[in-house]
């Protein structure tokens, strides 16, 4: 019998309802996908919290890690010219 | 009241207290793994099914009791009624064993569940099968949990499939008792109200045989235990069930949140 440490860890994603995206709201241990999809769906739908679900395995994600943090996202701060903040906004356009 | 009508309201009463009973009590046992299940997820993932059970109890014994005299409540009868008075199957009450015997059970009760409610939610019964067509759901997933697990831990390694096989055999001989439709007046069942649970059994013995032939066990070949949880003889663990379930209700009668 497998250690159940060796559970690997699974991400899951909840889409609320339709037409929003699926967001990531928290992980858990399962022997493999197909349990995991049914363990989220009972930690994580049982209160009416979504409509459809994903899980992916922890593993297959490649993350930004934080010491790249300021070579990532630092240089962003000071290039304003890549916001729309240039253009008049036409009077009467809703939803901008 | 008619002596008819009143006597169609006890075999009615009967029959909807026994599928009652078989919720509730399957729901007491199976909380008890929260907190003690191989995994947390698992603890929720029980926890929510007992929850299920649980629902299915109190919209049951709620109808059960407005068909009595006086009118009884959804606590009259699950807190204040005896051991002699409940007529649950015995698969139900039987204590705790590993999570082989918590899977196995789960499978045969889910699979005879899915059976009865499907079925009567096409029951005369105006009360009845709104019930079941909510409950069917439920089962539903209970039997796909239950499943899920028997596959994996059956067709598993050499200890997991020994510790399933010995679980089935354990609990098999409590199977037939499911079936076993002496309790179920007939005119219920001509009435189209009730089914007769005899009838569930070709369906459930496909659907059983099918997920042990997957996971590579077998079906047991064991003889019917004696049984009598319908007609409320019941086993030595039932007693320790109800004092645990009953005892608070019963030391502060009237106690509310």
């Known amino acids: 019998m497998s250690d159940r440490r060796e559970w690997p860890l699974f991400e899951v994603f909840v889409r609320s309802r339709r037409g929003l995206s699926h967001v990531h709201v928290g992980s858990l241990h399962a022997p493999d996908a197909a349990m995991a999809l049914r363990n989220a769906r009972d930690l994580y739908t049982r209160r009416q919290e979504g409509v459809s679900l994903w899980v992916v395995p922890a593993a297959a994600i490649t993350a930004s890690s934080p010491e790249e943090k300021d070579a990532f996202f630092d240089p962003a701060a000071d290039k304003i010219y890549r916001h729309p903040t240039f253009y008049d906004v036409p009077e009467g356009v809703e939803h901008l | ?257």
């Open chain 2, 1 to 257: 009241m008619s002596t008819t009508d009143s006597r169609t309201r006890d075999t009615l009463a009967t029959y909807v207290l026994s599928l009652a009973d078989d919720a509730l009590v399957s729901a007491q046992r199976m909380g008890e793994w929260i907190a003690s299940a191989p995994q947390l997820e698992e603890d929720v993932a029980l926890g929510n099914i007992a929850l299920d059970l649980l629902g299915q109890a109190r919209s049951l014994l709620t109808y059960a009791g407005s068909l009595t005299e006086p009118v009884l409540t959804e606590d009259d009868l699950a807190y204040w009624r005896d051991e002699r008075e409940f007529r649950n199957v015995h698969l139900v009450e039987r204590a705790n064993g590993d999570f082989g015997v918590a899977v196995v059970r789960l499978l045969v009760l889910s699979t005879y569940l899915r059976e009865l409610y499907a079925r009567l939610t096409v029951s005369t019964d105006e009360t009845l099968a709104p019930i079941a067509a909510k409950a069917v759901k439920e089962v539903d997933y209970h039997r796909d949990h239950a499943t899920m697990w028997v596959l994996r831990l059956g067709d598993g390694t050499e200890e997991s499939r020994a510790r399933m096989q010995a679980a089935l055999d354990a609990e098999w001989p409590y199977v037939a008792e499911l079936f076993d439709g002496g309790y179920v007046d007939l005119a219920l069942v001509e009435g189209g109200a009730a089914v007769d649970p005899a009838q569930l059994r070709p369906a459930f013995d496909r659907r059983i045989s099918d997920v042990l032939a997957e996971a590579t066990l077998r079906v047991p070949d064991v003889r019917p235990a004696v049984t009598g949880g319908r007609h409320g003889v019941h086993t030595e663990q039932m007693g320790y069930l109800l004092a645990e379930m009953q005892h608070l209700a019963r030391s502060h009668p009237g106690a509310s949140w």
